[in-house]
């Protein structure tokens, strides 16, 4: 809704605001300089890129239709699936996790929280950590080390994309002035011709120049900064996760884990305690 609202504004404010000081939109219509600008930006665009951010351009627009995919809802679930699974080995010990973290599609504890469970991610996440504790690692800083190199990697992995479409938002002013500079030859060519028709010409021109800056800041940028804002609030789901763990492992309590996960979390998305009081009270002990 924001992409749409926003292209809205911008599309009618520029033209809109043109067509108003009395300019003519049909000299806008110049299609080979926007092939030119939009073929060479994406032709950059697969140069400067690799296959794996290539093959993420179709969720990465998807990304900025949608925004985030955590909404509060999904971090009261996520607090309430740790709550269940530290109750879990404080009740019944580590050997309990076993079934739930060797086959977590199958896991009962997982799949009573589909948000998480669908996240193969997060899963894999919690469950490689939790194996660990199985195995009989239990230093705190060292887990904590390794959960943030892990963290990061996942971080540098989305930021190529958002690097992806800042490039196309940093070229395409440049590509601008190239069809400019073509269209200037162009009208170099017919300099015989009567000052009206070398006017629409040179107009023509510097639509060029016009086109590159308006889709570069009006377009490129702002949903570079989009997917960049959505991936650092999504973060935060993992960071949630981290922070329980870690308290976990530390030896708190359940509740005092998952108040540290609550902690981590964004405040327009961070439930209340009372609402993480009320979620975990409702979770059924036999899972």
């Known amino acids: 809704?924001?992409?749409?609202?926003?292209?809205?504004?911008?599309?009618?404010?520029?033209?809109?605001?043109?067509?108003?000081?009395?300019?003519?939109?049909?000299?806008?219509?110049?299609?080979?300089?926007?092939?030119?600008?939009?073929?060479?930006?994406?032709?950059?665009?697969?140069?400067?890129?690799?296959?794996?951010?290539?093959?993420?351009?179709?969720?990465?627009?998807?990304?900025?239709?949608?925004?985030?995919?955590?909404?509060?809802?999904?971090?009261?679930?996520?607090?309430?699936?740790?709550?269940?699974?530290?109750?879990?080995?404080?009740?019944?010990?580590?050997?309990?996790?076993?079934?739930?973290?060797?086959?977590?599609?199958?896991?009962?504890?997982?799949?009573?929280?589909?948000?998480?469970?669908?996240?193969h991610h997060a899963v894999e996440f919690v469950c490689d950590y939790m194996r660990m504790l199985t195995l009989g690692a239990d230093n705190v800083h060292e887990i904590d080390a390794l959960m943030d190199e892990e963290l990061e990697t996942h971080h540098q992995e989305q930021e190529r994309i958002v690097g992806a479409m800042q490039g196309i938002a940093d070229g395409t002013p440049a590509l601008g002035i190239v069809a400019a500079v073509l269209g200037v030859i162009k009208t170099m060519g017919s300099i015989a011709e009567p000052p009206e028709v070398l006017g629409g010409l040179i107009a023509g021109a510097l639509v060029g120049t016009f086109f590159g800056v308006f889709v570069a800041y009006g377009f490129f940028g702002p949903m570079a900064q989009s997917l960049k804002g959505t991936f650092e609030a999504e973060s935060k789901y993992y960071l949630s996760l981290k922070a329980g763990l870690l308290s976990h492992i530390s030896g708190q309590p359940p509740v005092m884990a998952v108040e540290f996960a609550r902690k981590a979390l964004m405040s327009d998305v961070r439930p209340t305690f009372a609402e993480v009081e009320a979620a975990t009270s409702d979770l059924p002990t036999n899972i």
């Open 1 to 119: 809704m924001r992409l749409i609202v926003g292209t809205i504004i911008v599309i009618l404010c520029v033209f809109g605001g043109y067509a108003a000081m009395g300019g003519k939109l049909g000299v806008l219509w110049q299609p080979w300089e926007y092939v030119i600008i939009l073929g060479a930006a994406i032709g950059a665009f697969v140069i400067g890129n690799s296959g794996p951010v290539l093959k993420a351009v179709p969720a990465m627009f998807g990304t900025i239709v949608k925004g985030p995919k955590y909404k509060r809802e999904a971090y009261v679930e996520l607090l309430a699936m740790q709550f269940s699974l530290y109750r879990l080995v404080k009740q019944k010990g580590l050997l309990a996790l076993e079934q739930h973290i060797e086959n977590p599609h199958d896991s009962t504890l997982f799949n009573a929280f589909p948000t998480f469970a669908a996240n």
